[in-house]
């Protein structure tokens, strides 16, 4: 059997500088300081980045997903970027380590992960994602456009390797439940459940003819805790291209429309994602508006060859203006719906508290009708 090669990407925030904005260099260096000292013993190779306030760690491997060696050393990382994040009192230094002490699996502990296992094909181009101020469900649309979308990618018609489609695996955040849904047969019910941010949200693509592994997106935040939405994590997610799956272009142009995408300021609002470069994935107005890049890597016996910085090209300005644009009117709503996101998936939010101080003040409408009308008697007498 061929030997497969991991690629894991494990991302946390862990203090910005200044608020919520930027990763300094300081805590990208220290994560870098730790992953070097794993290279040969755990490791083949790394790229260590940020979006925004997030640091990510590209890592390849052979020690397949869900490694408790690798989980632990990209805990270790995080943990000694916040010591420096403390050191230089970042803002909310951290942040993204929910956890005392690893056990195990950065799972559930407030790391965000998405990692593939795969044999190499004879050329692999790999495409990682990286996001900040919002969460994984910005991936639906996307990830159907590219895989299910002949409008969008010409490859799901003329490329033999994928007329026979793609499979979906849909994680329900609520019900900690997950369903398989298989393109193009089941395009319109996969469509009934990933339209819905605030329920579904697509956690793996698979191509149908061979089960073979085509994306996946970090999804742990989002079913946490059953029942209770525990929030928005600023995503990461691996696509794979070319040669039986979708062409780089193909993968990049889901996002040269700019789509709204729940997240920016205080995790509460729908706002424009914006494709950019490395150099710009610095958010500020708002916090934000919500950004990705898209960093492209050629494996070669798993050693990261790249990246290539593919929204830094022109090509993407009139998407980065179209959601600039978005942001200028979405903006003028202010506290109102639909710039604010309904409550369930609002991130920090002080209207529970609002509505407990302002139960007992609502008067049932029958009983104001019945008011009225004796003051309006009154005002005939
Ligand atoms: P604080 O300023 O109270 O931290 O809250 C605002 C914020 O930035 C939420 O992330
Ligand atoms: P992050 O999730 O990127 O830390 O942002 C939180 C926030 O409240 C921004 O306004
Ligand atoms: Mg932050
Ligand atoms: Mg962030």
Redesign the pocket.
Known sequence: MEEKITLSVIKA?VG?LCG?TLAPDELLDTCEYVLEEAIDELLIDYYVTRC???IDLIMTHKLGTDNENIHGLAWKAFEEATEVAKELKLY?AG?DLLAEGFTGNVKGMGPGCAEMEFVERPSEPVIVFCC??TDPTAFNMPFYKIFADPFHTAGLVYDNSMTGGFKFDVLDMYGNKQITLKTPEESYSLLALIGNLEKYAVKRVFRAKDNEIAAIASSEKLNLMAGKYVG?D?PVAIVRAQSGMPAVGEVLEAFATPHLVPG????CHWGPLMPVGEDDARPSRF?GPPRIMALGFQLSEGRLVGPNDLFADISFNNARQKALDMADMIRSMGPFQPHRLPESMM??SSIPQIMEALKDRFVDTEKVKKLEKTRERGDME
């Open positions: 925030d910005g919520h925004g306030d997030d909310g942040q900040d101020k928005k600023d920016w300021m205080r995790g916090d991130e920090y």
